[in-house]
T-cell receptor, first 112, second 113 residues
Framework: RKEVEQDPGPFNVPEGATVAFNCTYS??????FFWYRQDCRKEPKLLMS???SGNEDGRFTAQLNRASQYISLLIRDSKLSDSATYLC?????????????FGAGTRLFVKA | NAGVTQTPKFRVLKTGQSMTLLCAQD?????MYWYRQDPGMGLRLIHY???????AKGEVPDGYNVSRLKKQNFLLGLESAAPSQTSVYFC????????????FGPGTRLTVT
């Protein structure tokens, strides 16, 4: 079983739609959580952190459910420019080191 | 301020050939990483470094070697390329206390025939 699992999609949505992605993680020692965005044939970039209390950044809302070990990303009022792959990222700390695990990503296509 | 740069951007190798990928960052980051990205697999950590002169193995280190002789540079070497090493290679860097916020280079597309 992969340590971080995401629905690969693709999600095809019209402009203005609301879309949600989920991600599950298997290591209960996971400490911090993030969403990265990767445009086609480009490098990944940090989109936002995910906090237990939930956090919002404009049209984007991220939530964490530690009990069920899943993370979600909600995009409201989708724009064409939101078309990208969204990577779920989990940071696991341990004595003497750390490990950052990237999910395989969920592809989103927003169409006019 | 260029951020993270990688050279070359593209390369085609024949099986058994060797090459070195160069990564450079100008953000004075302590940590640097090499990943490979394959379809459906996500980013997988090959090797990483927490400081000049130190390196450590990641998830998929076999067939690769690294060196970090200067803080700003992190080199990834393939001694004898194999078709299974066909991939997109990304270098990244981060501050030691913000390892989750990694800044990536534009990637190197490597094909081994």
């Amino acid at each position: 079983r992969k340590e971080v699992e995401q629905d690969p999609g693709p999600f095809n949505v019209p402009e203005g739609a609301t879309v949600a992605f989920n991600c599950t993680y298997s290591n209960s020692a996971s400490q911090s959580f993030f969403w990265y965005r990767q445009d086609c044939r480009k490098e990944p970039k940090l989109l936002m952190s995910v906090y237990s209390s939930g956090n919002e950044d404009g049209r984007f809302t991220a939530q964490l459910n530690r009990a069920s070990q899943y993370i979600s990303l909600l995009i409201r009022d989708s724009k064409l420019s939101d078309s990208a792959t969204y990577l779920c990222v989990v940071n696991i700390g341990f004595t003497g080191g750390f490990k950052t695990i990237f999910g395989a990503g969920t592809r989103l296509f927003v169409k006019a | 301020n260029a951020g993270v740069t990688q050279t070359p951007k593209f390369r085609v190798l024949k099986t058994g050939q060797s090459m070195t990928l160069l990564c450079a960052q100008d953000m004075n980051h302590e940590y640097m990483y090499w990943y490979r990205q394959d379809p459906g697999m996500g980013l997988r950590l090959i090797h990483y470094s927490v400081g000049e002169g130190t390196t450590a193995k990641g998830e998929v280190p076999d067939g690769y070697n690294v060196s970090r002789l200067k803080k700003q540079n992190f080199l990834l070497g393939l001694e004898s390329a194999a078709p299974s090493q066909t991939s997109v290679y990304f270098c990244a860097s981060s501050h030691w206390d913000r390892s989750y916020e990694q800044y990536f280079g534009p990637g190197t597309r490597l094909t081994v025939t």
